[in-house]
């Protein structure tokens, strides 16, 4: 599957901003998805994950409760709000897809597919 990720930018701290991920190729809905971020010298991280078919998600300690993730099948498409957000949330922002939502492979990043990034900075 092929995805292609859009919606970042500059937004001040307290603000909100809503990400997109558009997928291509392989049947969509049969794809867990998520979202991962990496920040200017370190290494990249897990943020949150949602299941095929919506149901299951699960979201990283720093960002739950500010981020939601959701996903529209017809769509093809995943999306992660991303409220009241911190100058520590500042990234580029990946989105993944694998066959399967096992928490300990997204955080260990074995995924099969990923998307390209989409800068986000939040000022302070």
């Known amino acids: 599957v092929q995805l292609q990720a859009y919606g970042g930018g500059l937004v001040q701290a307290g603000g909100s901003l809503r990400l997109s991920c558009a997928a291509s190729?392989?049947?969509?809905?049969?794809?867990?998805t998520g979202w991962f971020r990496q920040a200017p010298g370190k290494e990249r991280e897990f943020v949150a994950a949602?299941?095929?078919?919506?149901?299951?998600?699960y979201y990283a300690d720093s960002v739950r409760g500010r981020f939601t993730i959701s996903r529209d099948n017809a769509k093809s498409t995943v999306y992660l709000q991303m409220n009241s957000l911190k100058p520590e949330d500042t990234a580029v922002y990946y989105c993944?897809?694998?066959?399967?939502?096992?928490?300990?492979?997204?955080?260990?990043?074995?995924?099969?597919?990923w998307g390209q990034g989409t800068l986000v900075t939040v000022s302070s």
């Open positions: 993944a897809a694998d066959a399967s939502l096992v928490l300990w492979h997204w955080k260990a990043k074995i995924i099969g597919s």
């Open positions: 190729g392989r049947i969509f809905s049969s794809y867990a």
């Open positions: 949602i299941s095929s078919s919506g149901v299951t998600t």
